[in-house]
Every structure is written in C-alpha cells, then in structure tokens.
C-alpha cells in the first residue's frame, strides 16, 4: 500500500518531464493479493480495495483490466468500485447472460494527440474468476468476445491496445485472429518485469512485475498500418539509457546498508543489461538497417523505490485505509483464545534453558514486533498481526489481542514450532529446524526487500537453524 504515494509522485514527474500525449493503462489484478480471499480478512480487503481504486483515480488513470484478483470480493463489489472510479474498467467477456452484453465496458477509445488509441480488456476465465461473477453473469472465450468489438472499431488505422491476464500462447494465438492489435500488456501475477517482445509483426507485448513495484514507461511513435521496428541500434541507445538510469540508481544505494540486498538485485540487473548490451552490438554489425519506414518505441521499467517523495494526495487515502482497516477490524474482535495455543508455553519458559539465545532475541525487533503495531495503530489489522504475534494463525488473527503477554511478538516458538511438548520431554520431542521457508512467511520482498536469509540467520545466534544451500 505504502507504494501508491511513491507511484504517483513519480507518474507525476513523468508527465511533467514530457510534453507528448500519454495514457496511463493496467492490465489489472489490484484490488487483492489472490483471486480468493478468506471470510475473515474479506472486509478488511474490502476497505483496501476501495483505497486503491481512490488513488488509482488520483492518479489519473485511463483504463484498467479485469482479473480474477479484482473479482475476488465479487462482480457486485468491483461494479461498486466502477461507480466511484474516474477511470474505466474493462472486460469484453465477462457477460450477462441476460442479455448476452458486457457487464462491463468491453473498450474504451482516447484520443492521443492526433491519434486514437481504443484499449480492449480481456478476463481469463478461471474457475475462481468464473465463480465470483455469479449465476446471472458469465466469462465467455475470447473468440466469442472480440467479433462485436472489432465489429465497432471503425478505423482500423487506431493504435489498439489489449490488456488482459490471458497465457502467453493465447495471447499469440489472438493476436493470429486479430492481427491488428499493437501492444498487449499481460496481468502476469509474477515478481518480473517482461520487456515488450515482438509476439507478431504488428504486435508487442509487455508486463511489469505485480505489486506495483516497478512503472513501465514506453515512449512510441506510431505510424498507421507498419509494422514495429526492431532494429537494434534502436535497441542499443534504449539499453544505454537504461544502463545509465541503473547507475544513478546504484550510486544512490550504495552507502545505504540497510537496503543492500536492493543494491545487489540492481548490480545483477546491470551486468544482465551489458550482456544484452554486446549481444545488440554485435547484431548490429552482422546485419546493417533496411531504410525501411516503421513503427518505433523505447522502453524503461522504473523502480518504485522508498526513497521516492510521496505524492499528499495519495498519501493520505494510504493513511486512511490504515486507520480505517484497523478501526474494522478492531469492531470485529473476538474475545478468547484458541484452545491450539495451548501448546505454545511462551518465550520465559524457552529462556530457562536456552539463556544465550534468549539475550540476544530479547535485543532484536522480533521481541518488538507487536509494539511496532500498537504504535501505528495496527494491531488490530488481520493482515499483518498473523506476521507479529507468536502462534497465530491468519484465520485467527482476531484473536490477537487476546494473546498472553508472551505471545505477542515474535518469540522462538513463530519459528521453531510450538514449544510445550519440547519443554516438558526435551530428549524425546524435539523443535522444528529454521529454514529459509520458514523466514519466507513473514519476511516477503513487499514487507522486507533487504532480507537476505544466509546473512539475517547470523543474527539469531540460533543453533537449530539449518543455513540456506548455496
């Protein structure tokens, strides 16, 4: 969440440094983590969702496609979600089977200086997503969809955009069908960015890595019915300018220990993009430039780094979505504690033994976790306690505040196990091992993007930890 305030600052300066005509597109999957959200973290995600949508607003998006991840709530709660948006949001195939039409708007067209672009969406008809439109509304193949919508494109000259969560190969097997289409940008549900690749002759496609880590910024000149142009000094000068971005990054990470691992998956990105480098280079000397008119683009993917401004506006819908999911989810508590706590005996007991690595867990931010959420007021949020309290589950994290004293942070038993059976035959039942999966629940790139296991495991002066393989 603490992106979107960077994200629109930066869009911001992206408009401001160029005076070109621009449209702001997703391919979707914003509104929540998975296309299935537990009951119990449903209005909390609820709350977040609407947020997002807000600052998507702010933002000054165009369009944005539909996936399952934004119809886990149901088709009831994104056409809610629609109404309040200032931007449209797109699926030619999830229809009503009604009247056979599109629930949603299947295409928008927007004027780009003295271009029309029409940006098309396309819903991947998964059982999840399949489920959550409901009896009275269905998502139909893409080949059932695109003939209506073709049918009223009326200029078949317009720069045509797909945006979808659709495979690969299907998007190469539309694009077959529909030859027309320019650029597809793919709702990928990955980490990676894809650079545009050529999937047709008149075709690109794209992706940025979900979570709104990084902005993918293409620069296009366009020219009616041609083809893209693939030349790679094009190619080169675009690297080039990605190299030098990457150095400036760096620099400014370099005398910043606390986000090394950063640091070091930007140095990785770098020696990538010089290979690509030579690659292009010698390319260029086997085969020379045809004169050939065409389409052209570049391309840069920018990382939404903490180091960012944050955009006033967004910031406080961020800062409202916080105060508002705690306020629920605080109204929502139970009282009581589950009986399967009973197995965890609490980090005194644990210290009775294990002295040395009790001293030093006390003088760590694991003893601290759950003060850090009291301290922004997030101890009732469901989706972080699970993360600062020992022995809860995700489906009972309303139960945190409820917990005992020592269980409310993160003791050895969030690690190793529940500790009761260990405690009363040590000989005989034994704790679980660390492991770099074990660390991996909490300590995930959206929460911790400096965690590196290998080197936080020394810290722990834990001897049960088992070290990652190299």
């Known amino acids: 969440m603490g992106g979107l ?6 869009y911001n300066k992206l408009r401001k440094e160029t005076a070109l005509p621009s449209l702001t597109l997703d391919a979707g999957g914003l509104l929540f983590s998975s296309p299935l959200v537990s009951t119990n973290l449903l209005d909390q995600g609820k709350i977040t969702a609407e947020g997002i949508a807000e600052s998507y607003s702010l933002m000054g998006y165009d369009g944005v496609g539909i996936t399952g991840r934004d119809l886990a709530a149901g088709l009831d709660f994104l056409q809610d979600i629609e109404k309040k948006s200032t931007f449209s949001w797109l699926s030619a195939n999830i229809i009503s ?12 067209t927007i004027e780009a200086g003295s271009q029309h672009a029409i940006i098309i969406g396309l819903t991947q008809g998964d059982p999840y997503s399949k489920k959550s439109v409901g009896p009275d509304n269905a998502i139909i193949s893409w080949d059932s969809a695109l003939p209506a919508v073709f049918s009223s494109i009326k200029d078949p000259g317009n720069f045509i955009v797909l945006l979808t969560d659709l495979p690969l190969e299907t998007c190469k097997e539309i694009t077959k069908n529909y030859p027309d289409i320019n650029l ?10 894809l650079a545009p690749e050529l999937i047709a002759e008149k075709t690109l496609l794209t992706a940025t890595g979900k979570q709104g880590k990084y902005i993918g910024a293409m620069k296009i000149d366009w020219e009616n019915n041609t083809i893209w142009d693939t030349d790679p000094r094009k190619k080169l000068i675009e690297k080039h300018r990605e ?13 910043r220990p606390e986000l090394l691992s950063r640091y070091r998956a930007l140095e990785e990105q770098r020696v990538k993009i010089r290979t690509e480098v030579d690659a292009l280079k010698h390319e260029i000397e086997k085969e020379p430039p045809t ?27 961020v800062n409202n ?9 605080k109204n929502g508590t139970e009282a009581g504690i589950n009986n399967s706590f009973t197995a965890y005996t609490g980090w005194r007991k644990c210290g009775e033994c294990h002295q040395s690595q009790l001293r030093t867990w006390q003088n760590s931010r694991h003893a601290r976790a759950y003060l850090t959420l009291i301290s922004k007021n997030q101890q009732f949020n469901r989706q972080c306690v699970f993360c600062h309290v020992t022995g809860m ?3 009972a994290a309303a139960n945190a505040p409820g917990l005992p004293p020592e269980l409310q942070h993160v003791g050895c038993e969030s690690c190793h196990g529940p500790g009761t059976a260990h405690a009363n035959a040590p000989t005989d039942k034994k704790l679980l091992p660390v492991t770099a999966k074990t660390c991996a629940q909490c300590h995930v790139p959206d929460h911790d993007d400096d965690f590196n296991f290998k080197r936080d495991l020394d810290k722990l002066h834990c001897s049960t930890a088992i070290p990652e393989k190299s």
């Open 5 to 10: 305030s960077k994200k629109a600052f930066q």
């Open 97 to 108: 089977n009604k009247n056979g039409k599109p629930v949603f708007k299947p295409f928008i």
């Open 393 to 395: 589950t995700k489906d």
């Open 291 to 317: 004169g050939i008119r065409k389409s052209t683009f570049s391309n840069q993917f920018i990382a939404i780094d903490k180091i960012l401004p944050d955009d006033p506006k967004v910031l406080e819908v």
């Open 243 to 255: 190299l030098e971005r990457l150095d400036w990054q760096i620099n400014r990470y370099q005398n």
């Open 321 to 329: 979505i916080k105060l508002a999911t705690s306020d629920r989810a």
């Open 184 to 193: 597809i940008i793919r709702a990928t549900g990955t980490g990676n960015n």
